[in-house]
T-cell receptor, first 115, second 113 residues
Framework: AQKVTQAQTEISVVEKEDVTLDCVYE???????LFWYKQPPSGELVFLIR??????QNEISGRYSWNFQKSTSSFNFTITASQVVDSAVYFCALRRGSTLGRLYFGRGTQLTVWP | DGGITQSPKYLFRKEGQNVTLSCEQN?????MYWYRQDPGQGLRLIYYSQIVNDFQKGDIAEGYSVSREKKESFPLTVTSAQKNPTAFYLC????????????FGQGTRLTVV
């Protein structure tokens, strides 16, 4: 069975602090894909990153960075110098390599950044 | 602009009524999905379709029905058999490739009154 765990339900930080959102996944597949989505108050899920299981290289995009470690089945997301606009619910998701499409989501982490 | 359009944004239903949520995409994607979001529950898959005239049940299909008569459209009907329909419903689509992500609509918030 596939499972994604986001243990942090809510996180509050003050602007300019760094924050890390944790994601732990379970799958027996050797090929799989991991995703992070952002859900602002408007409700739409905004795609942030996709990573396949064969690529453990960490990625940085502006203030965002992702750390993928297969040894610990984790795909953590760090926001550096957080801003109020980063306030949202963040979802980690997994897709199996054997089936196109469907995603298995974690329960999400509500991030609030205070000015 | 290409994207996914869900309508209506807010929907109120009386108990015992069926309601249909609309989802249209102009991204030329083969696959479409319906997810349900409840507070603290993440997103759970209701139904998905990978080609026209074909669809499969997801994890929580009971009380829901779908159709896929056109590539662009994947409406979801919430029937009276759905015990707790009040939720936020999200439609998504994706291309039929491995190295791709799903795109989501803005959602429909359904409330039973």
């Amino acid at each position: 069975a596939q499972k994604v765990t986001q243990a942090q339900t809510e996180i509050s930080v003050v602007e300019k602090e760094d924050v890390t959102l944790d994601c732990v996944y379970e799958t027996r597949d050797t090929t799989y894909y991991l995703f992070w989505y952002k859900q602002p108050p408007s409700g739409e899920l905004v795609f942030l990153i996709r990573r396949n299981s064969f690529d453990e290289q960490n990625e940085i995009s502006g203030r965002y960075s992702w750390n993928f470690q297969k040894s610990t089945s984790s795909f953590n997301f760090t926001i550096t110098a957080s801003q109020v606009v980063d306030s949202a619910v963040y979802f980690c998701a997994l897709r199996r390599g054997s089936t196109l499409g469907r995603l298995y989501f974690g329960r999400g982490t509500q991030l609030t950044v205070w000015p | 602009d290409g994207g996914i359009t869900q309508s209506p944004k807010y929907l109120f239903r009386k108990e015992g009524q069926n309601v249909t949520l609309s989802c249209e995409q102009n991204l030329n994607h083969d696959a479409m999905y319906w997810y349900r979001q409840d507070p603290g529950q993440g997103l759970r898959l209701i139904y998905y379709s990978q080609i026209v005239n074909d669809f499969q049940k997801g994890d929580i299909a009971e009380g829901y029905s779908v159709s896929r008569e056109k590539k662009e459209s994947f409406p979801l009907t919430v029937t009276s058999a759905q015990k707790n329909p009040t939720a936020f419903y999200l439609c998504a689509s994706s291309a039929d490739r491995w190295n791709t992500e799903a795109f989501f609509g803005q959602g429909t918030r359904l409330t039973v009154v």
